[in-house]
Structure formats: structure tokens, C-alpha cells
């Protein structure tokens, strides 16, 4: 064993110092030229099982890399969901921001914008929750518009969250009147889908066309004013009919804010509670 | 016939698998040592000296066929043959699991000796990868003694009704 181990050692020395040039180079050489074959023959029969074991391991690469993209893919479906989400509702925000600060905004009152956070579960159901409430200033009655038009008003308010009866709920109300021809009525929820509000108590002899814009009439006595301000938008007049029987002209009203896909909105705070609170 | 033509083809036959086959391939973290488990297999049926031999020459075609400087494994196949060689002679002697334990053991110290012997060359060696590989491939060599061992001890040990007394004694 000594002397194999002796051999070896020799082998190792001679072969490093001649770094592939010597005679012990030519004869690892010859000897590696005579091994060749066998190595060539070994090599191709082993060449199918090799292919085998390259498939079968790239198929299961193949398989934790589907699961591992089909994760990333779902996050990025995801992360593209949120950021469209997000553009929309800085569309949104901005849109009301501008109507904010342009001259249809109500005076004597700030808006606050939030965010819808729950819609009606049914068609029974017309109120939304936003993301606002008693803390931000949010008091019972505040009217609710977005930047197309009046949505409707306060009807509960919590800390942090508040309940906004639409317009098109049965319990709604807000006097209005035609812009075009000051024919004096009040908003109440229509009939279905098709014309949301109509247009109450309207006298027969006061004119009203279609196409018309309704607007809130806002009024105020000495001890009492409208929950709503003068001015605020509420819809386009779609239909006008009299009959001989009716007391008031039928008129049918479909609101200029979209109530079905809100996403933010603007409760009209009054400036001088807003100072009071101060 | 001896056990030298015997062994010869088997260490022939392992060392080309070695070098063709499994030379740079890995499963699961373990690089398979076919002509390591056959040397210590070969050692445990026939001996140290055999074994010895069977190393340096297994090596030697390993050094030869992969144009590596000569003698590098040989010396750790030569010492992985006589250990393995000397363990079956003397405590390993009947034990039923000699193979497996010998081959992991001696797969840990021959791989740990030759990082030495190629850091001593001045080799570039990571030892970082002989350690990370030296454990899983230990356990891939004693699962691979447990079949290189129903083998080789087929293949040398000569069967029993060949077997003829060397000695006789009167009564």
C-alpha cells in the first residue's frame, strides 16, 4: 500500500511539474487516446438514459416553474387590478376637486370628499356607505353630490363611517325647479330603471320641456332653510305628460349623477358649522 | 480464476461509468461516486491490498481519461481502498451493513482529501461545495454500497461448491 501511495505521490509530482508536456504527458495521452473508444461507447449507451433523466428533471422544472409564474402572473393581474382601480379613482377625485373650486360649487359650503366603501346590497336598498363620518365633520341631513350632480343626503352617521340615502330611495325629497322655465317641484324616486326621479307637485299650467335641467331650489326662512342648496344639478328632463284627470304635470327625470357606480363623493359641509367646530 | 482478473473489469467498468456517465452530475445535491463505492466494496470482499490496488488503478484511469495531472486520484482512491480494506478484515468483518457505513464515511474523507490535495496543487477548489455536497453525497454512496455490494460480492467470491479444503486432518 506504501508504495502505491509512494507511486501515486511520484505521479502527482512528475505530472504537475511537466504541465502536459513530457513524457509521462505522452503516455497519459496515448493511454487516454487508447480509452477513448471505450469512453465514446459508454457515453452513447448511456446517452438515452441521461436524455431520460434531463426530461423528466426539466418536466419537473417545467411544473415548479408554471406554479411559480402562475403565482407571479396572478400577483401582477393583481397589482394591475389595484393600479387601474387607483387611476379611476384619481380620475374620480380630480374631477371632483375641479368641481370643487369651479363656480358651480354651492357657497357657504365646504366639500369633503370620500370614498364609496359599500353600495346597496338590493334593488331595495338605495344608500351607500362612505368613508366619512362624525370624526371628519359628517353630521345627519349633509347633502351628498359628486361632480356630475346632487346624489342625496346623510342619513346616518357613525365615527369614522357615514350612510348616504340616494335620491332615488322612497324616503327622498329635495325641492327643485326647471332652470329653463323656474317651474317649481319636488324630486322625488321614479318608477324604475328607466326614469329614476320624476318631478312632482308641478302645477299644469307651468311649462316644462323635455331635456330641461332640474336644479335644486334651495330656500330659507328667518328660522328654517332646505337641506339642500340653491343650484346643485339634479337631472335632465326626459318625459312630460298631461292628462285631463292629473292635478300636476308628470314629469319624468333621469339624474345627470350615474347613482349606480359611484365611486367618491362630496358631502357639503356648511362653513360655519365647519368654523364652529373649530 | 483470481481475483485480480476479477476486480479488474469491474473497476474498469465503474471507472468509465464514472467519467462518462456520472462525471458533474447531481441529484439532489449529491454528486454520485460510483468508482468510490465500487473501490470500497471491492476492499470490504477482498481485502486491503486489493483494495489498494483497485484504487490506485481505478484512479489512474480517472487521472488518465479526464487529462488530469496524474496520481491525484489514484493516492485518495489508493487510501479509500486500504482503509475500506482494513475495515472489512477487522470490525467490519460479517457485519451486514459494512458497505453502506464504509461508503459513507470513506465518500466524507475522500472528498474532504481531495479538496486538500487539489488545494495543495494550487488548484482553484471551492470548499464551500465540497461541503455543501460532502453529507448528501455520502448518503447517495451508502445507498449505492448497498446495491455495488450484492455485486461485487457475487462476482468474487467464488461459490461454495468450488470451494476446495486446503488442509486435512487426520483423526
Known amino acids: ?278 | 480464476m483470481s481475483a485480480a482478473l476479477r476486480i479488474a473489469p469491474l473497476v474498469f467498468v465503474a471507472a468509465i461509468v464514472q467519467v462518462t456517465v456520472l462525471g458533474g452530475a447531481r441529484v439532489l445535491w449529491a454528486e454520485p461516486d460510483l468508482l468510490l463505492v465500487t473501490i470500497v466494496c471491492v476492499a470490504l470482499a477482498a481485502g486491503s491490498i486489493p483494495g489498494a490496488a483497485a484504487g490506485f488503478a481505478g484512479g489512474l484511469l480517472v487521472d488518465v481519461m479526464t487529462l488530469g495531472t496524474l496520481g491525484t486520484t489514484s493516492i485518495v482512491l489508493t487510501l479509500a481502498g486500504y482503509w475500506a480494506g482494513r475495515y472489512g478484515e477487522t470490525t467490519g468483518r460479517g457485519r451486514r451493513y459494512a458497505a453502506p457505513l464504509a461508503a459513507f464515511a470513506i465518500s466524507i474523507f475522500a472528498g474532504l482529501g481531495a479538496v486538500a490535495l487539489h488545494f495543495l496543487l494550487g488548484e482553484p477548489v471551492a470548499a464551500r461545495d465540497a461541503l455543501v455536497t460532502a453529507v448528501p453525497s455520502a448518503i447517495l454512496a451508502a445507498v449505492l454500497a448497498l446495491g455495488v455490494s450484492r455485486i461485487t460480492g457475487l462476482i468474487l467470491e467464488p461459490p461454495r461448491g468450488l470451494e476446495r479444503p486446503r488442509q486435512v486432518e487426520l483423526v
Open chain 1, 1 to 278: 500500500m506504501g508504495g502505491l501511495v509512494l507511486l501515486s505521490l511520484v505521479l502527482v509530482t512528475i505530472s504537475f511539474r511537466e504541465d502536459g508536456s513530457g513524457p509521462l504527458a505522452s503516455v497519459q495521452n496515448g493511454a487516454a487516446a487508447v480509452l477513448r473508444p471505450f469512453q465514446v461507447a459508454a457515453d452513447r449507451v448511456a446517452e438515452p438514459f441521461r436524455d431520460a433523466y434531463g426530461w423528466s428533471n426539466s418536466l419537473l422544472d417545467a411544473r415548479s416553474d408554471a406554479a411559480r409564474l402562475e403565482k407571479e402572473n396572478e400577483l401582477l393581474r393583481q397589482q394591475v387590478a389595484e393600479r387601474q382601480l387607483a387611476l379611476r379613482e384619481n380620475v374620480t377625485l380630480r374631477k371632483l376637486l375641479a368641481y370643487r373650486n369651479g363656480p358651480r360649487f354651492p357657497e357657504g359650503y365646504a366639500g369633503l370628499a370620500a370614498a364609496v366603501i359599500s353600495r346597496p346590497a338590493g334593488a331595495y336598498a338605495q344608500a351607500i356607505v362612505i368613508a366619512a363620518g362624525r370624526e371628519d365633520g359628517v353630521r345627519t341631513d349633509d347633502p351628498v353630490v359628486t361632480q356630475d350632480g346632487l346624489v342625496g343626503k346623510v342619513s346616518r352617521v357613525s365615527s369614522r363611517t357615514s350612510r348616504v340615502t340616494l335620491l332615488t330611495d322612497d324616503a327622498s325629497a329635495a325641492s327643485a325647479l326647471d332652470v329653463e322655465t323656474q317651474a317649481f317641484g319636488i324630486v322625488r324616486s321614479g318608477d324604475g330603471a328607466r326614469a329614476p326621479l320624476r318631478l312632482d307637485r308641478v302645477p299644469k299650467e307651468a311649462r316644462v320641456a323635455i331635456d330641461d335641467t332640474i336644479v335644486t331650489s334651495g330656500w330659507s326662512s328667518p328660522r328654517l332653510s332646505s337641506l339642500y342648496p340653491r343650484g346643485i344639478r339634479i337631472g335632465r328632463v326626459t318625459s312630460v305628460g298631461r292628462t285631463d284627470t292629473d292635478l300636476y304635470t308628470q314629469v319624468q327625470v333621469t339624474p345627470f349623477a350615474d347613482l349606480s357606480s359611484l365611486e367618491a363623493v362630496l358631502v357639503l359641509i356648511p362653513v360655519d358649522r365647519k368654523d364652529l367646530a373649530r
